[in-house]
């Protein structure tokens, strides 16, 4: 009997391909590694390389899943405000009663 796979709630999408790796994607993809360990979020959040998403012209990229939202031309600043946001929680819906 195999185990069950343990999945997180959100990857992030790295494009480490040449031209996004050069415009600082490899640096995003380490510093993900490292804000995701430093927060103890290894049961919620990964991050994954890509080789190549085909965007180079908006270099770098990077994905949030399962949302399915891309950002291009991320900068340090964005990855670190997109990390802030999805290590939140989900906000509760209000009862109406």
């Not at 069950?4 to 990857?11: F, I, N, Q, V, Y």
């Not at 994954?48 to 990077?62: E, H, S, W, Y």
């Not at 950002?71 to 929680?89: H, M, N, S, T």
């Amino acid at each position: 009997m195999s185990k069950k796979m343990k999945l997180p709630k959100k990857t992030f999408l790295v494009c480490t391909g040449k031209k996004c790796g050069s415009k600082g994607g490899y640096s995003h993809y380490k510093n993900l590694r490292g804000m995701i360990r430093k927060e103890g979020a290894k049961d919620d959040l990964q991050v994954m390389r890509l080789q190549c998403t085909g965007n180079c012209k908006q270099a770098p990229v990077v994905g949030l899943m399962p949302k399915n939202k891309w950002y291009a031309q991320a900068d340090g600043a964005k990855v670190e405000k997109l990390f802030k946001k999805a290590i939140k929680p989900p906000k509760k819906k209000k009862n109406s009663d």
